[in-house]
């Protein structure tokens, strides 16, 4: 099946993007942000659909590249709370300084279904749903910063 892939530029387009890439992931996110902030995921709808998501079996996994993880901690509680919840399946990295000028963030899907924002801030970007060739380099590209990331858990409860 090929998908479709269309341009976004507004911030808007770029919410409707993040609610169509969630809506079709079956086992594997992918999220590379600054910091979360504006992707809206703490919202209730968005932590509906990841709850779904985490409910359709113990092989869905969620992992996340942050360049700061300071917003995650103390302003996305729902967020958090999930993440807690199945920190079994969900992992956070965080970008080593040399890469902390990377710009665009993205959530992607499945090797299939993307929500690319090319730069942070502005709202230009695609959205590409069921168009793996449109993904692809962008899932390579997670791979490799993947790679270059230290573990982190924002949501450990620090002391005894």
């Known amino acids: ?50 709850e779904n ?6 092989d869905r996994t969620l992992r996340i590249v942050l ?10 509680p729902r967020l958090l709370l999930l993440m807690r919840q199945q920190a079994a399946n969900v992992e956070v990295r965080r970008t080593p300084d040399h890469l902390r000028h990377l710009a665009d963030c993205w959530l992607l899907a499945d090797e299939a279904h993307g929500a690319i924002r090319f730069h942070a801030d502005h709202a230009r970007g695609k959205c590409a749903i069921a168009a793996p060739t449109e993904v692809a380099a962008w899932w390579r590209r997670f791979d490799d910063l ?9 949501w450990a409860v620090s002391g005894l």
């Open 1 to 50: 099946m090929t998908g479709t892939a269309a341009p976004f530029d507004s911030e808007a387009g770029y919410q409707a993007a993040i609610d169509l890439t969630l809506a079709a992931a079956q086992h594997e996110l992918r999220i590379f942000d600054r910091d979360l902030a504006h992707m809206g995921l703490d919202d209730r709808a968005h932590i509906a659909v990841l």
């Open 53 to 58: 998501f985490f409910a359709g079996g113990r």
């Open 67 to 76: 360049h700061d993880t300071a917003v995650l901690e103390s302003h996305l």
């Open 146 to 154: 993947w790679q270059e990331c230290e573990v982190c858990t924002p």
